[in-house]
């Protein structure tokens, strides 16, 4: 079964630059694994931030921004702010069915 | 401004059936978009169940195949989730979501509901 790998924990300064990584168990993710990142914090939902790689939603602030990098996906926040800690998640596309990374929980402190 | 409400019973016996309703609000489940549903077991991560388009075709995560189905009521506007032989590992929050044609994304999640698998 496929798997989807996130770093289980990350911890950035206020106003610091921080890269959270997606990696796939089948090998370099690629433009058609369509990858999406989520937001989410305690008894919320998710929120959408980035889909197909890089792309913003109308509400995701400019401080996250996505990419591919060295075979995974990658998410990036540059200028940290209090109220980005929570927990973010990864989606990948594999032709008929979605799968999520375990998450990523990050820390501002 | 479209809107998602799941909704059923909180509380299900094992070896039962799960059954959810997904009510949307804002767009029509007819227009060209798919409809998933995504669980979160407590303290755990995201899980993607399955999905529904717009003209009804469906996908399903390999390993819930056999006990799951997604169904839609276009004359209601909403989608369901059915789930069977249930045991306390389904124990979840449920949540519906509209995802957008061509990998546009996952915009619109309903809040999630609680499934409680217990006797």
């Known amino acids: 079964q496929t798997v989807v790998t996130q770093e289980p924990s990350l911890t950035v300064s206020p106003g610091g630059t921080v890269t959270l990584t997606c990696a796939s168990s089948?090998?370099?993710?690629?433009?058609?694994?369509?990858p999406n990142w989520f937001q989410q914090k305690p008894g919320q939902p998710p929120r959408a931030l980035i889909h197909?790689?890089?792309n913003r939603h109308s509400w995701t602030p400019p401080r996250f921004s996505g990419s591919l990098l060295g075979g995974k996906a990658v998410l990036t926040l540059s200028g940290a702010q209090p109220e980005d800690e929570a927990e973010y998640y990864c989606?990948?596309?594999?032709?008929?069915?979605?799968?999520f990374g375990g998450g990523t929980r990050l820390t501002v402190l | 401004q479209v809107q998602l409400q799941e909704s059923g019973p909180g509380l299900v016996k094992p070896s039962g059936t799960l059954s959810l309703t997904c009510a949307v609000s804002?767009?029509?489940?007819?227009?060209?978009?798919?409809w998933s549903w995504v669980r979160q077991s407590p303290g755990k991560g995201l899980e993607w169940i399955g999905e529904?388009?717009?003209?009804?075709?469906?996908k399903y995560k390999s390993s819930l195949k056999n006990r799951v189905t997604i169904s839609m009521d276009k004359s209601k506007n909403h989608f369901s989730l059915t789930l069977n032989s249930v045991t306390a590992a389904d124990t979840a929050v449920y949540f519906c979501?509209?995802?957008?044609?061509?990998?546009?994304?996952?915009?619109?999640w309903g809040q999630g509901t609680l499934v409680t698998v217990s006797s």
């Open positions: 979501v509209r995802v957008l044609t061509d990998f546009q994304g996952f915009p619109n």
């Open positions: 804002g767009d029509s489940i007819s227009t060209d978009n798919w």
């Open positions: 529904i388009s717009y003209n009804g075709v469906t």
């Open positions: 089948t090998g370099a993710i690629t433009s058609g694994l369509h």
């Open positions: 197909h790689i890089d």
């Open positions: 989606l990948l596309y594999y032709g008929d069915a979605w799968v």
